[in-house]
């Protein structure tokens, strides 16, 4: 049990969502399909030159990054790099003070966290969000209600026929078919982890941001991401952009990865080209060099 990370309060902090807006993505035939993303090779995600301060501090310096549509793409560095500051001006949790984010054409610099609903776009977070005293499957449920309450206004009502497949889908996509009834707070962590994830899909989101999916799994788990991740990328056209420590999994399913260190990008490419580059290996050796 992992009370710490368990919000006890409503709200779906971890999810945005527009179902209509978001075409989807899941692999079976029936309506808890996600549906079907049209692939092309546009940038997704482009971010230039976007600058954050903490006071004094310079957490990110001009960071410019593209993200590829039905792509995997990683953002790694080492602690304090300025990765989750990143993430968070991608999620509109922050606004850079400087720099333009552009999600699939539209301006997204100056919007706020409830506002990426409409474009579809999920994240979930380092310290889970769940809710410990619901049940699995009304976890998950709360990212439908979500959509509901954007869409209709109707944040109590009773979950549709189709929210409940596609939630039931969901579920059993990621190993927690078995579970639909026991509290949130009552999983291990890995499969809270999974939860997090399903409720984040149940948005049905054309992006999928995930804050180190892979901390605090075990390998059998992490190999069961691996393949999940793979899946809703290759099968199910979702852009997914992950920050992660786990080199194991960035390695294996990323399609390219970004690099920052004290709040710089010192490296960009396939995994491949990443894993040789001496300035990240440099940095993560903790030579690289400090931002004034
Ligand atoms: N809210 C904040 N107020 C002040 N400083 C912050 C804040 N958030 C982050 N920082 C600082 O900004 C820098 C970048 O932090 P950030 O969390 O983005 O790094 P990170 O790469 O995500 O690190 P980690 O891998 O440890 O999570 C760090 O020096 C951090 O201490």
């Not at 368990?6 to 971890?14: E, F, Q």
């Not at 610099?109 to 409409?118: D, G, K, W």
């Not at 189709?162 to 078919?177: F, S």
């Not at 890995?190 to 075990?218: F, H, N, S, V, Y």
């Amino acid at each position: 049990m992992n009370d710490h990370v368990l919000k006890t309060g409503p709200g779906v902090a971890a999810t945005a969502v527009n179902a209509s807006a978001a075409p989807s993505v899941l692999a079976n035939e029936t309506t808890a399909s996600l549906g079907t993303q049209t692939v092309d090779a546009k940038s997704f995600l482009d971010v230039s030159g976007i600058v954050v301060r903490f006071g004094g501090l310079l957490a990110v310096n001009g960071l410019s990054m593209q993200v590829e549509r039905g792509r995997i793409h990683a953002l790694i560095g080492p602690n304090g790099a300025g990765k989750s500051t990143t993430f968070n001006c991608i999620s509109c949790y922050y606004q850079p003070a400087q720099g333009r984010i552009v999600l699939d054409g539209e301006d997204i610099t100056h919007h706020r966290p409830h506002q990426m609903a409409a474009l579809g776009v999920a994240r979930t977070f380092q310290n889970l969000e769940l809710f410990g005293e619901l049940t699995v499957r009304e976890n998950a449920l709360l990212g439908t209600h979500s959509h509901a309450a954007r869409t209709a206004g109707m944040m109590l009502r009773r979950p549709g026929a189709e929210a409940r497949d596609l939630v039931d889908h969901l579920l059993e996509r990621v190993g927690l078919a078995d579970h639909h009834d026991t509290l949130a707070s009552n999983l291990d962590f890995g499969r809270q982890k999974m939860l997090e994830l399903a409720r984040a899909l149940a948005i049905k989101p054309k992006l999928l941001l995930l804050d180190e999916p892979a901390a605090g799994l075990r390998n059998r788990e992490i190999e069961t991401l691996d393949r999940l991740l793979r899946e809703l990328c290759e099968r199910d056209g979702i852009t997914v952009l992950l920050v992660e420590h786990v080199m194991q999994l960035v390695m294996a399913i990323s399609d390219r990865i970004t690099v920052m260190s004290f709040g710089e990008k010192i490296a960009e490419g396939t995994p491949e080209e990443v894993r040789g580059n001496p300035r990240v290996i440099d940095a993560y050796l903790g030579k690289g060099t400090h931002r004034g």
